[in-house]
């Protein structure tokens, strides 16, 4: 729950940030987006969860920032690490990436009181041309609906913009996630659904901060979450891809903060 005092809200009861704000959100934003760039090269056949946990761990000391993650509600690591059926939540452990996996690694940074949270899908040497496609039209449906970001139009029309992208490819959104409002808070409202009716949900304004990190299955939309209380797989085991942006709302539409270097 937010409880800054005298935090300005939408009528539909989000805050809404300052400029002042959003300059702390972007050099949040940016960190954890640099440390998804750094990591590129640690991501390779034979690599190990755990270790590649620990180098995020590393990256996060050396910038002077906190990980969000370490000690929320219990987990303990700086990272997410999902490979392949894991949808999210996959704890970083002694599993070995091999060739053709597909991996999730979702990472959030805390600097100067403020959340940056982003994630993106790699793959692990050469991918099958099916994985590649899940990969892609997740990555494309998230910056779809970015693009229709504005004031004025409704939460549903981020969700009906990605489902409607994803449902042509013959994917499924999973429901049992949703992208958050962030801020001095690490999940705070809205929640952001990623699949909808157009028009529906609460009205976006100018000065909200949310993510979208939509979770995309190449079979069933349906999850488990298993008996260690975080790691989340698909009810098929069948892969499930996801990439994550901290957006705030501008006059002119949604600004991503969490950019990594090829999308400036
Ligand atoms: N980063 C995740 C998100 O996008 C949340 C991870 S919470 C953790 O919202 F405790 F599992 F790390
Ligand atoms: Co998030
Ligand atoms: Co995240």
Not at 45 to 65: A, C, H, Y
Not at 117 to 122: L, Q
Request: with cysteine; glycine share 10%.
């Amino acid at each position: 729950m937010n409880l800054r005092n005298g935090q300005p809200k939408s009528k539909d009861g989000i805050d809404l940030y300052s400029a002042k704000d959003f300059e702390g959100m972007h050099a949040a934003g940016r960190v954890a987006a640099d440390i998804l760039d750094e990591i590129v090269t640690s991501v390779f056949p034979g690599q190990n969860t755990g270790i590649l946990d620990s180098i995020i761990e590393q990256l996060i000391e050396d910038k002077n920032v906190d990980s969000a993650t370490i000690g929320y509600r219990g987990y303990k690591h700086a990272s997410c690490i999902s490979v392949n059926h894991v949808v999210c939540h996959g704890i970083p452990s002694e599993k070995i990436l091999k060739e053709g996996d597909i991996v999730n690694v979702d990472v959030t940074a805390l600097k100067n009181g403020w959340h940056g949270d982003t994630s993106r899908t790699f793959k692990v040497g050469n991918v099958s041309v099916k994985a590649e496609k899940l990969i892609k039209a997740t990555y494309e449906s998230m910056m779809e609906a970015i693009e229709i970001v504005k004031d004025g139009i409704h939460l549903g029309d981020i969700g009906s913009t990605i489902q409607t992208y994803v449902e042509k490819e013959g994917f499924s959104v999973v429901q049992d996630f949703c992208g958050h409002g962030i801020g001095e808070t690490f999940h705070k409202e809205p929640n952001v659904l990623h699949y909808g009716e157009k028009g529906s949900g609460e009205k976006i304004k100018t000065g909200m901060i949310s993510t979208i990190e939509p979770m995309i299955n190449q079979g069933t939309k349906h999850c488990k979450t298993l008996k260690d209380g975080w790691t989340v797989e698909t009810k098929d085991g069948r892969n499930s891809a996801q990439w994550e942006h901290t957006i705030a709302v501008t006059k002119n539409g949604a600004e991503i903060l969490t950019k990594r270097n090829e999308e400036f």
